[in-house]
């Protein structure tokens, strides 16, 4: 297990509340995303938090390993809206269309941990960033909790046999790319409402791996 992913569960293990682990979390994150990463530095954040920059280090080794635990709170919060929203549903294709619902009531409820997460991908390059491995290990536990729902589908009879990780992971991208284009304020030129686009999502994307109707009843017999 890496440093930063140690440092992580330490965190979570703490609660991150009213203590001092919380507040650099918290200041730190106001930070982050009114100045950018590369908008501050260790001792601004001790500054803003009324600690050391000893206290910083006692808990981070460095603001990167601040950040990626920042990402990793954002990620965790999605996992718990996509577990929620998908226990809610009964049946397999609502389940996987509910995805698409976690995605945006993250993105509504919570725009700042998206808009850090998305900073986080086009900020880091891959080559040496020892967070990027943690957070692409956290996101696909996303992939893995949406294809589970797909594999229930295909044993159901609900859906015709696909690779259920490939299809999550187009999932994903749609409702990821969707947010950037509404980001950019292109969903509101062509007057595309949110509900439109996801009922949209569902009939392509629903009908396109359901089951054929001889093959559900089949299944039922």
């Known amino acids: 297990m890496s ?13 991150c509340g009213p203590d001092e682990l919380g507040k650099i979390l918290e200041v730190s994150r106001r930070l982050f995303l009114k100045y950018g990463y590369n908008g501050i530095s260790i001792r601004t954040i001790a500054s803003k938090a ?24 954002a990620i965790d919060m999605l996992l718990r809206k996509f577990a ?11 389940k996987l269309i509910s995805t698409f619902d976690s995605y945006m009531e993250f993105f509504y409820r919570h725009g700042d941990y998206y ?11 891959a080559d040496g960033d020892s967070g990027r491995e943690v957070i692409a290990e956290k996101m696909a536990d996303i992939l893995r909790l949406m294809s589970e729902a797909v594999n229930a589908g ?29 980001k950019l304020g292109l969903m509101a030129a062509m007057k595309i409402e949110d509900s439109d686009f996801r ?12 089951a054929a109707p001889q093959a559900r009843a089949k299944r039922k017999e």
């Open 50 to 73: 009324r600690l050391t920059t000893g206290a910083i280090y006692f808990h981070f080794r460095n603001k990167r390993d601040i950040y990626t635990t920042i990402c990793l709170e």
């Open 115 to 125: 808009n850090i997460l998305m900073e986080y991908k086009a900020e880091f390059d």
């Open 154 to 182: 295909i044993e159901a009879g609900d859906f015709r046999k696909v690779d259920p990780m490939m299809l999550s992971l187009l999932l994903a991208s749609v409702a990821e790319g969707m947010l950037q284009y509404k």
């Open 199 to 210: 009922d949209f999502m569902a009939d392509v994307i629903g009908g396109g791996i359901a």
């Open 3 to 15: 440093l930063v992913r140690l440092l992580y569960v330490s965190h979570l293990a703490k609660g």
């Open 84 to 94: 929620g929203g998908m226990a809610a549903r009964k049946s397999n294709p609502r």
